[in-house]
């Protein structure tokens, strides 16, 4: 039987195959889940030699076969890919393994295949051949001695591997043969591959060699999610003698009891594939036999977890009703693994009430369409407040569908504060695992149709970019783990500067990172409502005239230097600006799904477009083919997070073209064609666990010259009969 995941162990992704021979105790706990772990509790084999048990964990005594030694811990994985396993069950030591589920394409990453002896000493040597190629010699890399037929036979049960990862190409048939050794039941195949088509999984995995008869085994998980899943076992050679052989699941039996270990995947070996229901926590599976005497080699329990993203931004509508008085909200929550985090803000205007939560405690899906959350939070700065919302997905557009509803309690659990309605603008978004979304890590993005190009030579040189084939793919990412609250991003030629809520600190930061994503230094944000108890800046504008940046986390754009002081404040179009760019000469601001305005820096608006999209952040594009463009990052509907507008600023209008981003809450935006020379990039700041900054390829530089405005001595727009000509050079 085989089965596919993707995986990622002791920090190094790789798709992940599993195969277990006979006598080999092994554990595998496999759950959809997107957090990039590795926890290994069990050392894994070096890359050719697996060396020897640790002498404590060599049993000098000669114990009976009663359950002492249940598989343990070996790593946790999580990835996107695919596990591979191929079982022969044969004593003849030889045979031929066939792989047929790993996607074309995908990357061989980790590959080893396995053996169990049941011997008279754990201290022989086994060796190997795979597909054509010799294998070392290697010691069991554990063991379990017993006394098994009613005492009256002995037996060392030890369990070999080999990586065998050089030589598996992909899908295929591989021999392969073992030495002479005591009497054996089967081999195993396990390789693990990446493929970004694979969903997100963690895999956990328990290894050993457990030797049972009239007796019981467990083996535990720690830290598991309370989701529906499958459970995978695989032992060896067990026989048609048992009449009390039975498998349970945090204590509840699921199979047997009967003869349940009787080979029925040929000579001796026992694979099940048995539903299950976790629980938040520790879980436990255990095998119970009677007179039939076998080896414990695997259990896969994989989870299909609700993991859920649901994010929202808007306003709720008082009486009367009045632009000054409106209750604005924004928040991300997201729940992955049994884990919960995310942010909310809340400004009640006419209370002059500000709520904001970084502690999210809880999250509650019902069905699509109602969310609850709940968590601490901070009230105009002071602690000792708890909330809960709930939240209603009924449709798009959001206005007046979707509902949001807040409730306040003081320190000894007493209601304070509590409000709700129909939204009056923006939009909520419920997301789960069913429809592929993911929160926790960065997938490869899926393309929008767009224009083929070459990787430029700066994209040729790092190893960690990828070459485009389509706009909008990812090329380049850098993560900082210092702040879970950041919204925006800017970059100047030559540093990054991301804005972060520092749920922890006492201010809300900027943080200065290099062209390669280096931590530089931080500075904190000056700004009236940047303070304890408030987001801060979202997204951020550089104006490279005066190289100087905008922010705005109120009514107000703040005008600030590369340290964080204060230059000049002008009004803005909406009660925050939530997105900004710079175009030469004029601010563009946005706030969710109200207009996108172009105003001077005296607060004049020059110009106002309709948009119903909810937007997070703006960029400015002057260089990448047809430009100006104005990009927008936008919450998109439930099949993906997150996406990528163009917007034609000259007409004023979408143009039609967008691409997905990855799939992650979408934050502030901004534009370079200095970091890389050759190439336009656009960076996303984007929200997930822990919060990444990534770079797209918008295609190559193509400037336009414009005469019609005196901004810079090297910029030349040209305007004819109220048409703009765009030149190339």
Known sequence: MQFCREGVMNGTRFPLGMAISAGISLLVLILDVPLLIAKPSKPMPAPTVVPLAEESEIQDTIPCVDGDNPPTTSFSWTGRGGVVVDVVATKGKSGTFTVSEIPSGAGILWAYMYEASWDQVHTNTASATFDGNPLPAVLPFDHDPGWGYGGSTFYDLCAYRWDVTPFLTGNGNYTYSVSALGRSCGEALVAIYSHPSEPRRQIVI?????????????SNFADIAGDSATLFLFTQAGNLSGTAELISFNGKVILGPGDVFHGNRGPAASLFELPVQCISGTNTVTCSTDVDWFGWHIAILETYGVSALVTGGGWIPVVPLGS??????GFN???EAG???GQLQFNDHAAKMKVHSDTIETLVVHGDTVADFSGLCRVNGMYGYGFECEVEDRGEPGHGRDRFSIHIYDADGNPYYSAGDFLGGGNIQIHTSA????AMAMPEPRMARGFDVKPSERQREQGYTSPMTSLGDSIWAFYYTGDQGLYGVEFDGDYFYVTGANAWGDSNMIYVFDRDGKYVREFAQKSKNSELGDWGWWDLAYRPDHDYFFGSDDSMITAFDKFGNVLYKFRGPHDVGLG?????????VSFLDLAI???DTTGVVVASYPNSYLIFGLAWDDASPGNPWLWVSVLGDTRQPNRIYQFDPIKGEYTGVWFEGVRATPGGLAFSSQWDTARAVLFELCQAMPDFVVAYDLGP???TLDATVDIKPEVLNLKSKGRWVTCYI
């Open 339 to 341: 884990v919960t985090w």
């Open 324 to 329: 000054a008085d409106k209750r604005t909200f």
């Open 435 to 438: 429809e592929g979304v993911s």
């Open 597 to 599: 305005v172009k105003i």
């Open 206 to 218: 328990n290894d050993g060699a457990e030797s049972l008869e009239n007796a019981s085994s467990s």
């Open 580 to 588: 900004l760019a710079w175009d030469g000469q004029y601010a563009w």
């Open 333 to 335: 929550v997201h729940s």
């Open 701 to 703: 530089i193509q400037r």
